[in-house]
């Protein structure tokens, strides 16, 4: 059994729209690049929305995460600084929250943000979000204030990628019995 990073491809639609199902109706996959215009329910609106996330590849990097052929959460880095909502987003699928999988995604992607060379990167949660607070702070994150905006108040934390991150980000999540499977091949840049 593998946990991997993933490249959106339009292979893994099925696993997609069951991840999708997962969270119910909205917009609220954190992580997926998902728009209001999107129809990613027939397969020629998936195919496209996937080429529009792989078109925009030199302003972001998007991955799935990935579980045994099972799409568990979406996580995607800015390349530029987006003052109201960071460089980085993720979600995880309600029914594979708490197990460590936000924790060691956040980990995978400050490694790809080093290999850009991006000095440090600010990531933003609700105040009220605990458990993203909690992955933030274990990956690094220092808390730089909390912020009122017209979403409600955010904390906005600063990741410092000057020196390498914890080790625990290149492990399985605490408990978790699988290998891990990063793949060079499903990992790279685009």
Not at 71 to 82: C, F, K, N, P, S
Not at 112 to 141: F, M, W, Y
Request: charged share 25%; net charge negative; hydrophobic share 35%.
């Amino acid at each position: 059994m593998t946990l991997a990073l993933v490249v959106p491809t339009v292979e893994l639609r099925t696993a997609w729209l069951e991840a999708h199902d997962d969270w119910g109706p909205g917009l609220h996959e954190d992580g997926f690049g998902l728009g209001a215009t999107d129809d990613v329910g027939s397969p020629e609106g998936f195919a496209a929305w996937i080429e529009r996330l792989t078109a925009r590849s030199g302003r972001s990097t998007c991955r799935w995460i990935v579980e045994d052929e099972r799409v568990q959460g979406g996580i995607a880095l800015r390349h530029e600084l987006d003052e109201r909502t960071g460089h980085l987003g993720y979600g995880i699928r309600p029914s594979a929250r708490g197990r460590g999988l936000a924790t060691w995604a956040l980990g995978g992607m400050l490694d790809i943000a080093r290999r850009r060379g991006l000095p440090r990167l600010l990531l933003v949660c609700a105040d009220g979000n605990l458990a993203s607070a909690k992955t933030i702070e274990h990956n690094g994150g220092v808390l730089d204030e909390i912020r009122r905006t017209e979403q409600g108040s955010v904390r906005r934390y600063w990741i410092e990628l000057d020196a390498p991150g914890p080790d625990a980000t290149r492990q399985p999540p605490p408990g978790h019995p699988h290998s891990l499977d990063r793949g060079s091949g499903q990992e790279v840049d685009q």
